[in-house]
């Protein structure tokens, strides 16, 4: 692995035998740091959402898991 740096961005080389799964759990995380650098949501409404979202995705799909 190589990183290289520019005035415009940062560059990294990975081994063509990375894994593509282990690559994009990475751009997630690196979009999600990005996404909350200048968020101005606190941790307990950020937590509130997340419940929320939860609880909505169950609803919605709790038929798929449990039998009848």
Known sequence: ???E???KEIII???ATTDPEDVQRLL???QYKAAVETS???Q???DQL?????????DANKDKF???
């Open 44 to 46: 307990e409404q950020v």
């Open 66 to 68: 449990l039998r009848p």
């Open 1 to 3: 692995m190589t990183i």
């Open 50 to 58: 997340a419940k929320e979202v939860n609880k909505s995705w169950w």
């Open 13 to 15: 080389k990975l081994p």
């Open 40 to 42: 101005k949501a606190k």
């Open 28 to 30: 997630d995380y690196l």
């Open 5 to 7: 740096r520019t005035d």
